[in-house]
C-alpha cells in the first residue's frame, strides 16, 4: 500500500521530538487511516480469494508442495487449504498428467532468463486431477513464477478452473460427431449435401455409385451437372420448394449422370438443413439402376410368359388345321406321277405346308410347349458338327470365326434346338452385316450365382455359348422387345428367331442376354448349367413308308372331322381296317359293336367329355393289352400331368405326314 498526503508529514520533515503536540497528533491520525485503508484492502482481497470458484494456490518449488490455497481446493480436489499443503503432487495428479507437468516445468526452467523470454509470462495447460473421492477432474490451470529478490524463480502460482463438464461436453460432442460421420461415411444410402447449387459434401457411397476416384472429384461442381437433362427442370423446382417452404420433398425417381460417364436410375429425397451455417439440401440418393432392370426384366417374362400362352393356344389351333393339308397333300404326291403339272401344284401345297408346321413349331418352342430330348452333350462337338451347315447357310462375305474353351464340360441339350439356336442367331447376323462382317461362336465355362436345376448338375458351374457379330447392333427399344413374337426390324423377317431362341433357352433351364448398342454389334450370351457323366450318342429317327400286314383293325378317335377322316384313309390307304369315332362314349359303343379284336387305339388326348386317356383305359377293360398312339396339336409339356408315357404307348404331334402317321403306327405295334 502507498499512501500519500497533500502536505508533508512533519515525520519526514522535521524530527518528531521536535514537533508539537497537535502535529504529532495528527501524525498518528493519518497514519491510522492509512492502515485502515490497507486492512479494509487485504479484507476485500481476502474474500475475493476465499469465496472465488476458482482455485487460486501457490506451490513451492523447492519442496514441491502447496504453501497457499484458496477453500474452493475442496471443490476441485475435495480437500480443503490445510489437508492439501501436506498432500504431494502424486495425489492429486494422474501419473500422465503429472508427467506432462514435470516435463513443463523442465522446459520452462530451462529457457527461463534467456533473451526474449518474459519473466512475467502465463502459461496454460490442461491437466487431469484425482478427487478425493477417486474420480478424475480436467482442470484448467493457468501458471506463472514467483521470484526472490534476484529474480529466481522460487514458486509457482496458478489458477485451476473445473472444466470437468466443458470436457466432457466436448468429447460427448465429438463422439456423437464420430458416430454421425461414420452414419453417414459407411451409409449404404448416397448422401449429397449442395449450397447455393453447388456440391459441399458427399459420402463414401455416393463417391463409389458415381464412379468417381474421391470425393474432391464432386465436391464443387454444380449438383445439376450429374442430373440427367429430362429430369433437371424438375429438381430445380423441388429445390426452390424446399428451401422456401422447408420440410422434405416426397421421394422421386430420376435418372441421374455419374461421374464415370453411366446413366443411373435414383430414388431421390431432399431435405433442407443448415450446413456451415448456410441454407442448403441434403440429398438421400437409392440407386435402384439393379431393382429397375429386375423389374424390367420381371415384366418382360410376365409378358412372354402370356405371349407364350396365346402363341401356344394358336400353334394348337393351327396344327389341328394344318394336319388335313399336310397329311393329304402327302399322300396325294405318292399317288401322283412325278414331274406332271399335278404333281408339281401337290408338292408346292406340301411345302408350304411344311413351312406353316414350321412356324407353328416355332410359337410352340418360343411358349416352351414343345417336347425337347435332352442328352448330356458337349458344346464344343455340336458347334464343330453345325459349323459346315452354318459356312453354307450364310454369305461368303461373312466370315465364321470359332473359339471352343470348354472341352470337357458336358450340358443336358437336345442337339437339334442347339443348332436352331445357331440358324437362328445366323440367319439375324447375316441381315445385321449387308457389307459382310465376322460371325463368331465361343464357348468358355463360367460360374453360375445359384444351384443348377438339373440333377446331376455341378453346383456353381455353367458354361457360355456366346454368338456374335459385328454388325449395325440394336438401339434401347429394340433389345426391350428383341424375345416378342412378330416383333421385328427386318422387311421380310417372322419376328420368330429371338423368340424361338428365348423358349428353347427356357426348356434349357439355361440363362440368355443380349449386348448390343447401334454400330458396336451384337453377343447373345446363353449359359447353360454344366453336368457330369458320359456324352451320349444321338440316333436319328426317319419316317417311313413301309406298308405294315394288312388284317389289323385301328379304332381311330378325334373331335376334329377333318383330322379324323385324314386318319382314316392314310390308315386305310395302307390296309388297315380302321374305326372313326368323334368322341370318348362313340368309341366305347364302336367297339362294342365291332365283333372282332381291336389291334390298337389312334385317339386325340384332349376331347370334350371323356378325354383320350380315360378313353384308352375304359377300353383296356374290355382288350386288354391294348396299345395305343395320342396324338395332339399340343407338346408333351402341355399334357405331362394326364399321364400318357405309361409302357406300349406312342405319341405323334399334329400336324403329321402320312409316312409320319404309319411309322408311329408301325412302331407302336412292334411293341406288342
Not at 519 to 535: Q, S
Amino acid at each position: 500500500m502507498h499512501t500519500d498526503t497533500k502536505t508533508p508529514s512533519p515525520g519526514r520533515d522535521n524530527d518528531p521530538e521536535k514537533c508539537t503536540r497537535d502535529e504529532l497528533v495528527r501524525l498518528v491520525r493519518e497514519q491510522r487511516q492509512a492502515l485502515d485503508a490497507l486492512n479494509g484492502e487485504l479484507d476485500g482481497l481476502r474474500m475475493i480469494t476465499e469465496n472465488v470458484s476458482d482455485n487460486i494456490w501457490i506451490l513451492d518449488l523447492a519442496t514441491l508442495r502447496f504453501s497457499y490455497t484458496t477453500p474452493s481446493s475442496v471443490n476441485i480436489l475435495g480437500y480443503g487449504p490445510d489437508e492439501v499443503d501436506a498432500l504431494t503432487l502424486e495425489r492429486i495428479i494422474t501419473p500422465r498428467s503429472l508427467a506432462d507437468a514435470m516435463q513443463l516445468l523442465q522446459d520452462e526452467l530451462a529457457r527461463d532468463g534467456r533473451p526474449g523470454v518474459d519473466p512475467d509470462r502465463v502459461l496454460t495447460h490442461l491437466f487431469e486431477q484425482i478427487h478425493r473421492d477417486g474420480s478424475i477432474r480436467w482442470v484448467d490451470i493457468h501458471l506463472r513464477f514467483l521470484r526472490d529478490a534476484a529474480g529466481a524463480p522460487r514458486a509457482i502460482m496458478g489458477v485451476s478452473r473445473d472444466v470437468t463438464e466443458r470436457r466432457l461436453a466436448e468429447q460427448a460432442l465429438r463422439e456423437s460427431e464420430e458416430r454421425f460421420r461414420l452414419l453417414a461415411e459407411k451409409n449404404p444410402t448416397g448422401i449429397v449435401v449442395h449450397t447455393e447449387g453447388r456440391i459441399v459434401y458427399v459420402n463414401d457411397f455416393t463417391v463409389k455409385s458415381f464412379g468417381a476416384a474421391s470425393a474432391d472429384e464432386l465436391i464443387g461442381r454444380p449438383a445439376l451437372d450429374f442430373v440427367h437433362p429430362d429430369y433437371r427442370a424438375g429438381v430445380v423446382e423441388r429445390v426452390v420448394r424446399i428451401l422456401k417452404e422447408g420440410g422434405s420433398a416426397e421421394p422421386m425417381e430420376e435418372k441421374f449422370l455419374t461421374a464415370d460417364g453411366r446413366i443411373i436410375d435414383v430414388e431421390v429425397t431432399g431435405v433442407p438443413i443448415m450446413f456451415k451455417d448456410r441454407p442448403s439440401v441434403m440429398v438421400l440418393i437409392h440407386n435402384v439402376t439393379e431393382k429397375k432392370a429386375m423389374e424390367r426384366e420381371l415384366v418382360q417374362a410376365r409378358r412372354l410368359d402370356s405371349i407364350g400362352r396365346l402363341a401356344g393356344g394358336i400353334a394348337h389351333d393351327l396344327n389341328n388345321m394344318l394336319t388335313p393339308v399336310l397329311g393329304y397333300s402327302s399322300m396325294l404326291v405318292h399317288n401322283v406321277t412325278p414331274g406332271t403339272e399335278e404333281h408339281e401344284c401337290l408338292m408346292q401345297i406340301e411345302k408350304a405346308a411344311e413351312r406353316a408346321k414350321n412356324l407353328t413349331m416355332q410359337l410352340l418352342t418360343f411358349s416352351r410347349k414343345r417336347t425337347i430330348d435332352l442328352k448330356a452333350v458337349s458344346l464344343g462337338r455340336v458347334v464343330r458338327d453345325f459349323e459346315p451347315i452354318l459356312r453354307r447357310t450364310i454369305r461368303e462375305d461373312i466370315r465364321i470365326e470359332l473359339g471352343i474353351g470348354a472341352e470337357g464340360l458336358l450340358v443336358m441339350a437336345d442337339v437339334s434346338q442347339i443348332e436352331q439356336i445357331l440358324i437362328n442367331l445366323a440367319v439375324n447376323a447375316e441381315e445385321a452385316m449387308p457389307d459382310g462382317g465376322v460371325f463368331t461362336i465361343s464357348l468358355e465355362p463360367v460360374n453360375r450365382p445359384s444351384k443348377p436345376a438339373v440333377s446331376n448338375g455341378v453346383a456353381g458351374l455353367g458354361v457360355a455359348l456366346t454368338v456374335g457379330d459385328t454388325g449395325r447392333g440394336m438401339d434401347a427399344e429394340t433389345l426391350e422387345h428383341a424375345f416378342e413374337p412378330f416383333y421385328t426390324t427386318r422387311s421380310n423377317g417372322t419376328g420368330l428367331g429371338l423368340a424361338t431362341v428365348y423358349g428353347i433357352v427356357r426348356q434349357h433351364d439355361a440363362a440368355i442376354d443380349i449386348r448390343s448398342a447401334p454400330g458396336a454389334g451384337t453377343a447373345v450370351v446363353i449359359t447353360f448349367p454344366a453336368v457330369e457323366g458320359r456324352e451320349e450318342e444321338m440316333r436319328a429317327q426317319r419316317p417311313s413308308m413301309d406298308s405294315p400286314a394288312a388284317g389289323i383293325t385301328i379304332l381311330v378317335v378325334e373331335d376334329e372331322e377333318a383330322v379324323l377322316r385324314l386318319a382314316e384313309r392314310i390308315l386305310g390307304s395302307v390296309g388297315y381296317r380302321v374305326l372313326t369315332a368323334s368322341n370318348g362314349p362313340d368309341a366305347l359303343a364302336a367297339a362294342e359293336r365291332h365283333a372282332g379284336p381291336i389291334d390298337l387305339l389312334l385317339t386325340d388326348v384332349i376331347m370334350p367329355g371323356m378325354d383320350g386317356k380315360r378313353l384308352y383305359e375304359s377300353l383296356g377293360r374290355l382288350h386288354a393289352g391294348l396299345p395305343v398312339v395320342f396324338m395332339s396339336g399340343h407338346h408333351r409339356d402341355v399334357l405331362a400331368g394326364r399321364d400318357i408315357d405309361s409302357a406300349g404307348t406312342g405319341f405323334i404331334q399334329k400336324p403329321f405326314t402320312a409316312p409320319e402317321l404309319i411309322r408311329q403306327v408301325r412302331d407302336v405295334l412292334g411293341k406288342r
